[in-house]
């Protein structure tokens, strides 16, 4: 888990010997992984964190204090969306290396790994400049992650569409004799097609060859003898050629279908065989393409998505921070990585250094004192918290 706060300065210069006993104490608890769990956000008003965990934000415009509160109820929608367009591309980027067998490798930020880029935040002033207004940075980081949700859906639409295709083609090949495509099954000496000749192609039970076999002479009149060939055979039925005279052919279908045996309509045709196998070629290389070109922009556009997020987390925590602690602002936020089973110890030392007179009224309503959480947060404490889930 991580976890960014903030600290009242004037606090930390009567506390500054906190800072070696919450360095220790923590880092038995805080841990980084390769797959990080859940990250939490956190502003204090009373104490410090250990220097590479601390969350850079800088001092943003505050504005009026009905603009903060108007914020505040945006946000959490806002955090929710951005999440989830996140995950959606990391699973995206899971599926397509998965079938693609390449393997898995660590996401990144800006070129870096993501529990890097977080202990090393940076606010990008580029693309959100400090002087413009909260709520204007936020609906810009939420109009971009839109853009991209937008174009994911795009890419992969496409992407699926030609694996639908692939899909058919590969189900009417696999499938059962009795539905699936004959066409490479069935070669040009296979068939008879002349002025008073035609070949039939029949599906025939597994269980009933030795039938076929010695009654499909008599089904009609003027079937060539001995001219039925088998073609194939899979777990349910063997595919049978027989000759006989145009003229009887629906006579033939007739009796064959009362005694249980399917004729299926085929009509071979080199041009169109070629046809097929160049559009099955060319669909196959088109999804190559594609899936490579889908996971490269995932790579790249989670990075883009990831580094939005961030700079929208911290603009969260500024705003509830300000909410809380008043003006002007001077808080520390940093980002923490807990493990699961750590974690419970862990709040418990923030809690305990962050004591003051009115942490009474920032406890959990169950403890029978207290305030909703600010931005609907469903726990509180007597610090600024947010969860963030990575996967």
């Known amino acids: 888990m991580e976890q960014i706060t903030g600290t009242n300065l004037q606090t930390f210069l009567r506390h500054s010997s906190l800072q070696s006993t919450l360095s220790l104490s923590l880092s ?51 955090n929710s969306f951005m999440e989830g367009v996140s995950h959606k591309i990391r699973r995206q980027i899971e599926e397509l290396e998965r079938v693609s067998g390449v393997v898995s490798s660590s996401l990144t930020v800006d070129g870096v790994p993501v529990d890097s ?22 609906d810009g980081i939420h109009g971009q992650v839109a853009k991209i949700e937008d174009d994911l859906k795009v890419r992969v639409s496409e992407y699926n569409n030609i694996r639908s295709q692939l899909n058919a083609i590969n189900r009417k090949q696999s499938g059962s004799l009795a539905v699936r495509d004959l066409s490479n099954l069935v070669k040009p000496e296979d068939i008879i097609t002349s002025e008073h000749l035609t070949t039939l192609l029949v599906i025939v039970s597994k269980y009933s060859q030795k039938d076929w076999l010695s009654s499909y002479e008599t089904l009609t009149n ?6 039925s060939k088998k073609l194939y055979e899979d777990n349910e039925y063997a595919l049978y050629t027989v000759t006989l005279f145009s003229r009887v052919a629906d006579n033939f279908r007739t009796s064959a279908r009362e005694k249980g045996f399917q004729i299926r309509d085929f009509e071979y045709s080199l041009e169109s065989h070629e046809s097929w196998k ?114």
């Open 28 to 78: 038995q608890h805080i841990t980084f992984y390769k797959q990080p769990p859940p990250l939490l956000l956190f502003s204090f008003s009373l104490f410090i964190f250990p220097p590479n965990s601390q969350f850079n934000i800088p001092n943003l415009r505050v504005g009026t204090l009905d603009s903060l509160l108007s914020l505040s109820d945006d946000l959490v929608k806002s």
């Open 117 to 138: 880029y977080l202990t090393r935040f940076v606010w990008d002033e580029a693309k959100y400049p400090t002087m413009s207004a909260l709520k204007e940075i936020v």
């Open 222 to 227: 003027y079937v060539v003898p001995r001219s």
């Open 278 to 391: 160049q559009e099955l070629e060319k669909l196959m290389e088109d999804q190559e393409s594609l899936r490579g070109s889908l996971l490269q922009w995932c790579y790249t556009s989670y990075g883009e998505v990831f580094s939005s997020w961030m700079h929208f987390c911290a603009v969260r925590v500024f705003t509830e921070s300000i909410l809380r602690y008043g003006l002007p602002p001077s808080f520390l936020a940093c980002v923490l990585a807990p493990s699961v089973k750590a974690e419970k110890k862990v709040r418990s030392i923030l809690e305990g250094l962050s004591d003051s007179a009115n942490s009474a009224y920032w406890k959990t309503e169950d403890e029978g004192v207290g305030m909703a959480g600010l931005a609907g947060d469903a726990d509180t404490h007597p610090y600024v918290s947010f969860t963030i889930n990575l996967v």
